[in-house]
């Protein structure tokens, strides 16, 4: 898995270094030489991952990160810090500002090349759900709708045997976030499937593999999305790189410092709060794809691959698919008469009365003007016609109040009714004998149903 990465350091041994191990696993890598141009090139380039230098004149690896995570265009580019120095405060320092990690000089070629990975996969799943959003936004399907994307009120799971370390973890995270300690991996696992914005995980305890663990999490669909933070060995660099290629997010060493802890959860739940703000829009956007925006039904479109997949069913064997067309009577002239707010209040109404006389395994949908359309799965025809009258009676039955004077709408409607043939029908046929079946019930004299067997 190859990535794009931007290299940023004043001194040109160091870039070159750097650039030559990268390429050598076939990275694509460009360099900056101070924060200034890293930060246009990194506004401009977009890259996948970014190495930042702290100590550099004038503007330091800190500011440039912090400058990253401000500007919306970088803010979901991930940022390792790069330094000679090992100390406490300049870690925290830098997962404030919004680093995803640190690496020490001299750089460790297989955890460089291990935390690479981690956050190239990462991105890819980010960039994913940036460009499907930015898609629905495109269309108007999406609109910029408010999230909460601080790091702070998570829920937080600890999975760890170590009474007193976890004790410990909870406290320092128990005055901005709600922990959960739990020491059996079994129940844990059961408990990740909850509201869970992150889990702790032991690498290193008693009673049960927390690496195999970490993997189950990740090998499982329901919680595969789930960010995790490892507790780890910092003396164990085989531990620690395979918890990164097992895919966990960050890594915390022993002894665990309150600070840092603090820090690397927060930069965590904000992360996942994010990506779960892209894929709560991206599942909006494909919701409004197939829903008619004045109803509440779902579409034809929606209706259409429906009825194929049922119709397909049936005619392999299966239960016979029943299908009703609609058609409110003189539409029109509600629409001329009252305005066409009014008779958007009917098809309201309509559609609320047709939903409520279905049964929850039916499909109701507006399938286009007044026209409206209930797929009916496991149905023969008469079953589907005494339905299709019970609606039509309600409808006829109850005056429909609008808002225009108060007044009352005597409402009715004309429906057909076919059902599956058997092999050699289609979706389109069993569509087309409901709609022939509408125009007899209109001829007729309308506010009547009539089913169509051929």
């Known amino acids: 898995m190859s990535a794009r990465i931007l290299v940023v350091d004043d001194i040109e041994a160091n870039v070159r270094l750097l650039e030559a191990k990268l390429s050598a696993e076939y990275y694509q890598v460009t360099a900056a030489y101070d ?24 503007m330091d690896g800190f500011t440039v990160c912090k400058r990253l995570k401000e500007d919306i265009a970088t803010r979901h580019i991930p940022v390792v810090l790069v330094t000679a120095l090992d100390g406490r405060a300049d870690r925290i320092a830098g997962l404030e500002a919004g680093a995803s990690d640190f690496l020490t000089k001299p750089i460790d070629d297989v955890m460089l090349m291990a ?57 320092e995270l128990g005055a901005q976030h709600r922990p959960v300690i739990e020491s059996d991996p079994a129940v844990a696992q059961l408990s990740a499937y909850g509201p869970v914005d992150l889990v ?3 690498t290193v305890a ?7 663990f970490a993997a189950g999490l990740r090998s499982d669909p329901a919680t595969r999305h789930l960010p995790m933070l490892a507790i780890v060995d910092p003396e164990d660099r085989a531990r620690m790189v395979k918890a990164l290629e ?20 927060k930069s965590q739940i904000q992360r996942k709060r994010y990506t779960d703000y892209l894929r709560q829009n991206l599942d909006h956007s494909l919701e409004l794809a197939v829903t008619d925006p004045l109803t509440g039904l779902h579409n034809r479109r929606y209706m259409a691959g429906q009825l194929a997949a049922l119709v397909n069913r049936s005619v392999l064997g299966g239960e016979p698919v029943a299908a009703l067309m609609i058609d409110i009577d003189h539409f029109k002239k509600i629409n001329d008469g009252f305005g066409h707010d009014v008779g958007d209040e009917v098809l309201r109404e309509f559609a609320l009365r047709l939903a409520s006389n279905v049964r929850a395994i039916d499909l109701p ?52 009714v076919s059902a599956t043939l058997g092999p050699g029908d289609t979706p389109e046929a069993l569509i087309k004998r409901a709609d022939e079946a509408v125009y007899e019930a209109k001829a007729l004299g309308r506010n009547a149903v009539v089913a169509k067997a051929a």
């Open 35 to 58: 924060g200034a141009t890293a930060l246009a090139m990194a506004a401009d380039d977009l890259p996948d991952i970014i190495l930042l230098d702290v100590m550099m004149p004038g």
């Open 246 to 265: 097992i895919g966990v997010n960050d890594i915390l060493p022993r002894p665990i410092d309150p600070q840092e802890l603090s820090a690397r959860v």
């Open 365 to 416: 949908c507006r399938y286009g003007g007044e026209e409206f359309t209930v797929i009916m799965p496991d149905t023969k025809i008469e079953d589907a016609h005494r339905i299709a009258d019970r609606i039509r009676t309600h409808v006829a039955g109850s005056p429909f109040r609008v808002r225009h004077g108060g007044e009352l709408l005597t409402v009715t409607i004309s429906v057909g």
């Open 206 to 212: 008693r009673g049960f593999d927390g690496l195999r």
């Open 115 to 171: 935390r690479v990975r981690s956050l190239t996969r990462l991105k890819l799943v980010i960039d994913e759900l940036r460009q499907r959003e930015a898609s629905g936004r495109r269309i108007g399907v999406i609109a910029g709708a408010a999230a909460r994307l601080d790091g702070l009120g998570g829920r937080v799971l600890i999975v760890d045997d170590h009474d007193r370390q976890a004790l410990r973890v909870a406290a």
């Open 200 to 202: 702790i995980v032991n």
